[in-house]
Each structure stands twice: as structure tokens, then as C-alpha cells.
């Protein structure tokens, strides 16, 4: 059997991955891919600690359906937040949508 | 299904896994070459012509004429796409029709995973084509292409939510996801699911027609007015993969129908003297020809009207066809 | 080394490529398919993990349709792709640091705890369990999760609707 800290060890760099990419990136929809991936990095935790865990159970796949299901809306409203403000400003550059600094 | 996972790796099972694989390729190739063959035939009949009839006896190597000519093609990549999605767009496209195949059983014995959610595992596998086929469209860079890409995304995620939900039907009545429970379920209860299933089944066949891309619902590669839909820069080989993942969806299509809906290799009037896997090809043919046929009668229709009829049309019928199905199962009819 | 490890290698080595190539790629739409990639060896994982509804599941809502979409949404917003003109160095290294900090302290965290070692069994069929558990303990969250996507739904039509379109 693969041991929990391998599983935890791959949630924790795919995290990091997530966390670097919601930082530097300005693109909009990559933003949007950096949170997913974060999600998804949580959902590996949660599912393996559902599977090790001290009073493991099958509610942890449970909140993995939840965190999917939020996910998803967050993914489609998001998107189309983006296009909405594309068609305003003809951009989705994260750094050039300021309107709010000045 | 970690039989033989769980196992000391060894080149041994791996051979195994591997040639299995390449049996079950072979076996899909086949029918491809011959399918495109009677579908040629068959729309021959019905527009009173004949059909391939010159290469070989009957014209049965016709198509293998065909795929040879494909293969020994140049492969030509234009200059402004995107090369590398070019190059991999029919291969992401191919994979996951090939995968679902693994899914379903043929006969009592002849499987190849016994896979507890096969269903959603059918769903979940078939929806990473649409991926192949947008960015084929995108990488081309040539307009019609690209709208061939849209139109086949919107077509093919549209259609998903009803062919979905007419599993659900089926899925109530059994308590199970696996497929091999399914066709068990239909054996013991000696009813094929297409007769309590009726709405359900209606629903599958159209929008497993329209998920298949093919007329009345050909819209992405409408001939005469987007010349060839997402497909129109590929030539040679990566042209035939993607004409490969539209037929080897027919097969995975129709046995995933005959699984579902007539039974399996389920034997009907107690004719148990022919073998599960003949009854199997059989109703299997069956639903292939059906395929054809609507193919040669249906005129397309248009691009709104597709649309509609999903949102409008199926969705709300599959939905009745789940809630009634539910409320018979709490009454305890089912 | 049984084939578990191997398959575990794989599909850990999908995820984290996916996403390194996700933050390396240029074009926008590679990073999409790059990032696909990732959520499919997740998807390998959590079947590791039996965790199959959630695998496939995983396979449908994330590397089906949220790549697809947000490939669909690079089409539409092109012109705000390729634009990475003003360089941040300074930013950028020190928003590398942090995320590797990060996880080095996650990292160093999972390496020192002692984590009970026998996995539970699950059971082979846990699909039916999650259904129950679903729609006994956690039947509230299940409705307020339908409404999310509802609203989800109507919100995203009415924000990427044209202004004063008819229909």
C-alpha cells in the first residue's frame, strides 16, 4: 500500500503549484485554473484522510462532492465574470482591470 | 479491479493486460472497416444505387482500400497552426472512445473490468473527447474549422445532460451502477428494461444520435455550409483518427444501448442454444442499422432547432421519466 | 514493487506535471490542456484511494467540463492572452518563495507526524454508503448545494448575456 504521507505529499505540491500560480499569473482564466487546482489539491487530502484516517469514514469523499459541487459554480460564474469583463474593457489582464485603485 | 494490480508487477501480467488490449483493438478495427462499409451499402439501397461494388468481391475491400490510401497519405501539417495541439487533437480525441470500451460486458464471461460505477464511468470518459475535438478545431486556425469545434461542444454538452439522465431511469429500478448488475437485474426479472424503460430508451437513442455527430445531427461537419466542420485542415492518418473515434463511439454506443436496455447477451424466448455472444452481436447489428437508416431518411436540421431540442425537448422528458420512475419504485411496481 | 506503487507513481507524476506545466507554458490554451492533465492523474489518485464515484466524478466535472470551458472562455477573451509585457521580478520571487515555503512547511509537517498506517477498508461498493450518507446525514448541505448550482446557473447566463439583447 502507498503510505498517507505520499498522497498528503503530492495535495501539498499541487498546492504550492496552485498558490504560485494564483500570485504571478495575470491571465484571468489561468487565476481561475490556480484556485481549481488548489481545491483539487484539497480534495486529495480529504479524500485520503477518508481512507487512513483515525475514525476513517466515508464522509470525507462526502465534502470532496461538496467542495466539486462548489467548484464548479465557482468555475462557471468566474468565467463568466471574465467574458463579461472582456467585453467591457477588451481585456482579462488581472493587473489592467484597476478601475476600483483609481 | 486491482486483481491484477494488487500482484507483484511482472512483464508477465503486463503482456497479458497489453495483449488483451490489442485483441480488443483489433476486434474494434474490424468492425469499423466493415461498418463503414454497410453503412455505404445500406445508404446505397435506400437511395436505389449499389454502392461500393468494385474492389473486391461485392466491393468488401473497398474499405480497406480506403484506410490503406489514408495511411501511406502525406501527413500534412499547415503552416499556421498550432502544432503541437494539432498534432495531439486526434489522439486526446481517439483515447477515451477507446477507453469506454473496457466497460462493457459482452457476455457472462467476457469482460474486461468489472467496474462498480461503469456507468458514470461510460459518462465521465466519453465527455474528454469533446476536449480533442475543440481544440482540433482551434488549432487549425481556419475559421471553419473553429465553428465546427463550437458547434460540435455545444452539441455534444447539450445532449450529455439528457443521455445521462435516461441512465437515471434504469439506475433507480436496479440500485447499481455496474453494468454487469444491470443485464443480471434484466435476466432474473425476465423483462427487458426498453419495456419499463420505454422513455427513457426513446431518449437515449436520440441523444446518442446527436452524441455520435451523426444525421439528423450532423451540424459540426455539415458538409455545405462549414465545408467539414472541425476536421477540415486534417488529411492522411490523423483525418482517419478522428473518423476512427466517430465509429468506435458507434460501437461502444450501441453495445453500451444493448447492455442497458435489450437485455445483454440475455437470450429472449428461451433460444439459450445459441451462444450469449451471438444474441450480443445480433441485437447489437440491430441497433448499428438503425443508425444507418436514420442516417439515410433524417434530413438535418438546423443549428437553433438542435439546440432547442435538447434544452426544451429531451431534458424535460428524461426528467419525467426519472421522477415517474421514482414514484412507481416507492409504490412498489417496479 | 507492486503495480499500486507504480500506478500511484504515474498518476502523482500526471498532477504535479499538469500543474508545473501550467505555470511554465506560454499560451494560454496549453496552460488549459496542461492543467486537464493534472485534474485527470488526480482523478487516477482518488481511485487509488477507492474512492471510484468521486474519481469519475472528478474525471466529468473537472478535466470534462471545466477544461472545455475554460478553453471555450480563452476563445472568447483572445487579445488578453500573450500580454506578460511589464516584468514583475521582484514579485514574482518573492511570490515563488512564499509558495515554496509553503510547501516546505506542509511538507515538513506530513514528514514528522506519524500517520496511522493501515488503511480502512471502504468497502467495495461504497457508492451505495455515499448515497445514504448523503441523503441522511447530510441532506441539508445536498439541497443548499442544488440551490448553489441553480443560482450558479441563472447568475452565469445573465452576466455573460449582451446588454438590452432581446430573448
Redesign the interface.
Known sequence: MVPLGGYLAVGAILFSIGVYGLLTKKNGIIVLLSIELMLNAVNVNLVAFSRFGIAANITGQIFSVFTITVAAAEAAIGLAILVAIFRNKATINASEIDIMKR | MFGILDQQFSWLNFTILALAAVALLLVVLLFVMYAIYFERKVIGWMQLRKGPNRTGPWGLFQTVADVLKLLIKEDVVPKKVDRFLFLIAPIISFTPSFMVIAAIPFTENLYFTDINVGLLYYGAISSLSITGILLGGWASNNKYSIMGGMRSVAQMISYEVPLIMSFLGIVLMTGSLNLRDIVHAQIDSGIWFIFPQFIGFVVFLIAGNAELNRTPFDLPEAENELVAGYFVEYSGFRFAFFMLTEYVYTFALSSLMVTLFLGGWDAPFGLTFIPPIVWFALKFLLLVFYLFWARATFPRVKIQQLMEFAWKGLIPVALFNVMLTAVLKTLGIF | ????????FIF?LM??TG??F??NLS???????S??L??FG?AG??????????A??????????????????????Q???E??K?KRRL??VL??L???L??AF??YG??TTS???E??D?G???????GV??FS??VI?FEL?SI??L???V???V??K?DGEKD
Open positions: 514493487m507492486t503495480g499500486q506503487y507504480l500506478a500511484f502523482a498532477a504535479i500543474g508545473v501550467m505555470i499560451r494560454v490554451i496549453h496552460m488549459v490542456l492543467i486537464g493534472s485534474f488526480v489518485l482518488f481511485i487509488m484511494l477507492q474512492a471510484e464515484f468521486l469519475f466524478v472528478q474525471v466529468l466535472i473537472y478535466a470534462g467540463a471545466i477544461t472545455i470551458m475554460m478553453a471555450m472562455g480563452t476563445m472568447m477573451t487579445g488578453g492572452d500580454g506578460e511589464p514579485h514574482n511570490s515563488f512564499s509558495a515554496v509553503v510547501g506542509l511538507l506530513i514528514y500517520w496511522p498506517t488503511p480502512t471502504l467495495a461498493n461504497n457508492i451505495k454508503e455515499i450518507t448523503l446525514n447530510f448541505p448545494a448553489l448550482l443560482v450558479a446557473l447568475g452565469a447566463i452576466l455573460a449582451r
